[in-house]
């Protein structure tokens, strides 16, 4: 019983967390992130996985990305300013999760 149970434990987490990924992936397309951003590749901004790495052992990480992305921020990753983007406090959230997640 216990080798069935784990494994569909494990499914039913992937469904849960599956459509907070698919979301910040939409909303990455969508709200404009990549003119600036790639997930593997610096453009004008890090790229998301130096991102996520980068915060990897902050546990305040999800409100900090979050306030870069709805206020901007600058200095964090060299001279050039990330402007404040038009995105509500649920969708920054949500952005910020999925960079982190990366």
Do not use: R
Not at 3 to 28: H, N, R
């Amino acid at each position: 019983m216990k080798k069935l149970l784990i494994p569909m434990f494990a499914l039913g987490a992937a469904f849960v967390v599956q459509p907070a990924v698919a979301e910040g992936s939409d909303l990455y397309k969508t709200k404009g992130c990549v003119a600036c951003h790639a997930v593997e590749n610096k453009i004008v901004g890090p790229a998301y996985k130096d991102v996520a790495e980068k915060y990897a052992d902050d546990e305040n990480a999800v409100e900090t990305l979050a306030n870069h992305i709805k206020n901007g921020s600058s200095g964090a990753w060299g001279p050039i300013p990330m402007p404040p983007n038009n995105v509500t406090e649920e969708e920054a959230e949500e952005l910020a999760k999925w960079v982190l997640s990366q």
